[in-house]
């Protein structure tokens, strides 16, 4: 960078590399002067603790993007997922809903927020729900074939659970909600090609 620093009367320049707490290099921290000379002890001593803050610094931006990233990457495919997503809490309570969600039970996000999400099924199948909902609350999942009470209609459906797992201990659970109307109206036509 000479050809940079000269015509700005610059005449020496001292540099360290940035380093990350694994070692790697992250940039370079260079200090430039007016006139031909070395710095001194404690310039070295400032611009290693200026470089050792430029890294801080560095290395919290890469760790704001990446997380920052990643939950870009949650949000769309929990946003623009074809089924009914649910994002529980331990109890049971929904905390955020998708937009087929909302289709589906015939409900905006924010009046599907803090139901039970029990509450959407027949009443015979609560005790498997809650269930379900309690061992995915555990750290396990679990799939089973449901009777849902939406809106206007009772309809079959498909539901798993998934735990949110944070350092291998459960914070809530997703809930994943399949419509199978189409599904069972095919069984029953293929029943009924089958008797005849």
């Known amino acids: 960078y000479a050809a940079l620093a000269l015509p700005h009367g610059l005449q020496a320049c001292w540099s360290t590399p940035i380093l990350a707490r694994n070692g790697s290099v992250l940039g370079t921290f260079a200090v430039y002067y007016g006139e031909i000379r070395e710095p001194g002890t404690e310039e070295l001593a400032a611009i290693d603790g200026l470089a050792a803050l430029a890294s801080i610094a560095i290395e919290h931006e890469l760790a ?11 949000r769309s495919l929990f946003d623009h997922h074809p089924d009914a997503v649910f994002a529980l809490d331990a109890e049971g309570r929904i905390t955020q809903a998708n937009a087929a969600a909302s289709t589906l039970l015939g409900a905006t996000p924010a009046e599907l927020r803090q139901r039970l999400f029990a509450r959407f099924f027949i009443e015979d ?56 109307r189409e599904l069972r109206s095919a069984q029953q036509t293929t029943d009924r090609k089958s008797v005849v």
Do not use: C, K
Not at 64 to 74: D, M, T, V, Y
Not at 150 to 163: E, H, I, N, S
């Open 64 to 74: 704001f993007r990446q997380l920052s990233e990643s939950e870009q990457r949650f």
């Open 125 to 180: 199948e609560h005790p498997r729900i809650e269930a379900a909902l309690a061992s995915a609350a555990g750290g396990e999942a679990g799939r089973l074939q449901v009777e849902v009470q939406g809106a206007q209609d009772r309809f079959p459906g498909y539901l798993v659970t998934l735990p949110i797992m944070v350092e291998q201990r459960a914070h809530g659970l997703f809930a994943v909600l399949q419509d199978h």
